[in-house]
């Protein structure tokens, strides 16, 4: 049974940082890390996506060059570090595996961020 568990989501300050880990469990092989969030009556976004290493990275435009994202393979771990935090990334935050960018197979329950001005 493959299972994704977001944690780290929390009440913030505007300007200030979060980490999210979602811990993996029943994966095998190579796959990509994304992650997702959707506000309040908006659609979902794609945030960004981490592929079989490090190296290969993609983000979108309003979290370019706040938010990283990296994995931690021995421990099965995908994170989001977000910097510079604002009242719009408020959402709740998903992480979702694929073996491909198109292809997203398994989703976590999601994970609350609130931003405060």
């Known amino acids: 049974q493959v299972q994704l568990i977001e944690s780290g989501g929390g009440l913030v300050q505007a300007g200030g940082s979060l980490r999210l880990s979602c811990a993996t469990s029943g994966l095998t092989g190579n796959y990509f890390m994304g992650w997702f969030r959707q506000a309040k009556g908006k659609e979902r976004e794609f945030v960004g996506y981490?592929?079989?290493?490090?190296?290969?990275?993609w983000y979108a435009d309003f979290v370019k060059g706040r938010f990283t994202v990296s994995r931690d393979n021995a421990n099965n771990t995908v994170y989001l570090q977000m910097n510079r935090l604002s009242v719009e990334d408020t959402a709740i935050y998903y992480c979702?595996?694929?073996?491909?960018?198109?292809?997203?197979?398994?989703w976590g329950q999601g994970t609350q961020v609130t931003v405060s001005s």
């Open positions: 981490i592929g079989w290493t490090e190296r290969n990275t």
């Open positions: 979702a595996a694929g073996p491909t960018v198109a292809r997203w197979d398994y």
